[in-house]
């Protein structure tokens, strides 16, 4: 299968294949051109001046059918079950006859995670694919509508209620690590593929290297025109790894991510991966610890 690192060719998915060095470990991903009017609208309105230029002429050039539209290249990862047989789906793209046939061969879904109200909308495909499998999502503000939609079918992990946790979600879980991270409200599931030392994170790493300044970082985009733009108008001079946008967090709200991204990174992860960051991180323990520092110290330094 071909490496799934760069972005699928008119929007559909990139083959399962292995994330290289990491054993027991998959990716594919995708991107959705009906997302440009939002993608684009978001990026252009904290545009200005020159980025305010380059953003109309990006625009002029996707109109006249130059260049990709601007919209998010999403990762999946799937990963061999910590216990048993089959594998865990983490983060689910649309499922395609394709990726079904490739999780099949590797035993098939046995855990969906949801792991933000973000990258959640896919799962009814996979749901009916695979009733059997557990289903375990984060709480949160921003997920409630669809644990309401969802009903007893979903273990939810709320972070603030650790101590409630189902048990449907630990016994899944069992023989990774895995924390849930909040950030205002909003919840993300984070785990460590222990087999592969990769940490699968969602919406908190943004960027696949601790050089700020490397492209292949980057958040993913399916034209480096698009990469370029979003990381000069949000990251270029933000104080961390971050975009400028998730620095709004107040004492006790850094207070709350200080704890668990600490944990995180005490677990020594080789290699970390997100749905949205242009690579799975390279460099083993030490840098995959200064892109975690690199996102999240501010919280507690």
């Not at 999403?74 to 006859?97: Q, S």
């Not at 979003?230 to 104080?239: A, I, M, N």
């Not at 971050?242 to 600490?262: D, I």
């Not at 944990?263 to 080789?270: A, D, F, H, L």
Request: charged share 25%; hydrophobic share 40%; net charge negative.
């Amino acid at each position: 299968a071909a490496a799934a690192s760069g972005a699928a060719v008119g929007g559909g998915c990139t083959p399962l294949a292995p994330v290289p060095g990491a054993d027991g470990l998959w990716e594919a991903t995708a991107w959705d051109p009906a997302g440009h009017e939002e993608t684009f609208g978001f990026i252009a309105r904290a545009c200005a001046k020159d980025l305010k230029v380059r953003a109309e002429e990006l625009s002029a050039r996707y109109q006249a059918g130059e260049l990709p539209p601007c919209v998010y290249v999403e990762r999946m990862l799937v990963a061999e079950m910590p216990r048993g047989d089959g594998v865990l789906v983490y983060c689910p793209l649309p499922l395609t006859p394709g990726l079904k046939a490739s999780v099949d061969e590797l035993g098939g879904c046995r855990l969906l995670v949801l792991p933000t109200s973000e990258h959640a909308r896919h799962h009814p495909a996979w749901r009916d694919a695979y009733p059997e499998a557990a289903l375990v999502c984060p709480a949160g503000d921003s997920m409630a509508p669809l644990l309401e939609a969802l009903g007893v079918a979903a273990s939810a992990m709320d972070a603030r209620d650790k101590g409630k946790w189902p048990r449907e979600a630990i016994r899944a879980l069992t023989g990774a690590s895995y924390e849930v991270l909040d950030t205002a409200g909003f919840q993300e599931i984070i785990i460590m593929h222990r087999k592969s030392k990769t940490l699968l994170t969602c919406d908190s790493i943004y960027l696949g290297c601790s050089d700020k300044q490397d492209p292949e970082g980057w958040k993913n985009f399916p034209a480096p025109e698009w990469r370029k733009l979003y990381f000069d108008v949000f990251c270029e001079k933000s104080p961390s790894l971050l975009p400028r946008y998730r620095h709004l967090l107040n004492e006790e709200q850094k207070q709350t991510v200080a704890r668990v991204m600490q944990k995180v990174i005490e677990w020594r992860p080789e290699r970390v991966t997100s749905a949205r960051c242009g690579k799975t991180s390279e460099g083993g323990a030490d840098e995959a610890e200064r892109i975690l520092s690199g996102h999240w110290s501010w919280c507690w330094k």
